[in-house]
T-cell receptor, first 114, second 114 residues
Framework: AQTVTQSQPEMSVQEAETVTLSCTYDTSESDYYLFWYKQPPSRQMILVIRQEAYKQQNATENRFSVNFQKAAKSFSLKISDSQLGDAAMYFCAYRRGATNKLIFGTGTLLAVQP | DVKVTQSSRYLVKRTGEKVFLECVQDMDHENMFWYRQDPGLGLRLIYFSYDVKMKEKGDIPEGYSVSREKKERFSLILESASTNQTSMYLC?????????????FGPGTRLTVT
């Protein structure tokens, strides 16, 4: 069975600094997708970034980028120039290509210090 | 903008009561999902539906049932609420197939069973 592991329950970063959130996953599939979702306090969860396993290039969305290491089954999220609005719970998620179901990690709570 | 709404933000019920959680989406999505979110456990899939009247069990279906009579509406039913069902419940929706990259989430219902 596929699993997703986030080993950092909490992280903290200074405003304007860079922070990296870790995620590892376990799968024997070759066709899959990886996602980072953000859940701000008392607000709806939103998609931050996604990575298709067949793409070698790391995905980037403005200040958010990933480091996708397929052989190591690692998918970390880097947030550059951190802002107060980045404070949230971040979930890493995996989806096998042919299915609609997401498997989530346990989340990392990110605090941004002014 | 995609909108996923849930009938209540907060709900308090007594043990043994029948509880209905409603979710409505306005994007004509084929897929709808119910998750349960608990600290340290992340999000776990309870049920999902890929079409009207069609449903599939997720990872933790015990004690829950679902109903999807219309495409835009997906209901989660706790037949006889128990204290261990106290949790945050999140609804999500997505397109099916190749367009299903992103799941869109509702704001959540925090259910307390006393």
């Amino acid at each position: 069975a596929q699993t997703v592991t986030q080993s950092q329950p909490e992280m903290s970063v200074q405003e304007a600094e860079t922070v990296t959130l870790s995620c590892t996953y376990d799968t024997s599939e070759s066709d899959y997708y990886l996602f980072w979702y953000k859940q701000p306090p008392s607000r709806q969860m939103i998609l931050v970034i996604r990575q298709e396993a067949y793409k070698q290039q790391n995905a980037t969305e403005n200040r958010f980028s990933v480091n996708f290491q397929k052989a190591a089954k690692s998918f970390s999220l880097k947030i550059s120039d951190s802002q107060l609005g980045d404070a949230a719970m971040y979930f890493c998620a995996y989806r096998r290509g042919a299915t609609n179901k997401l498997i989530f990690g346990t989340g990392t709570l990110l605090a941004v210090q002014p | 903008d995609v909108k996923v709404t849930q009938s209540s933000r907060y709900l308090v019920k007594r043990t043994g009561e029948k509880v209905f959680l409603e979710c409505v989406q306005d994007m004509d999505h084929e897929n709808m999902f119910w998750y349960r979110q608990d600290p340290g456990l992340g999000l776990r899939l309870i049920y999902f539906s890929y079409d009207v009247k069609m449903k599939e069990k997720g990872d933790i279906p015990e004690g829950y049932s679902v109903s999807r009579e219309k495409k835009e509406r997906f209901s989660l039913i706790l037949e006889s609420a128990s204290t261990n069902q106290t949790s945050m419940y999140l609804c999500a929706s997505s397109f099916a197939g190749a367009k299903s990259y992103e799941q869109y989430f509702g704001p959540g219902t925090r259910l307390t069973v006393t």
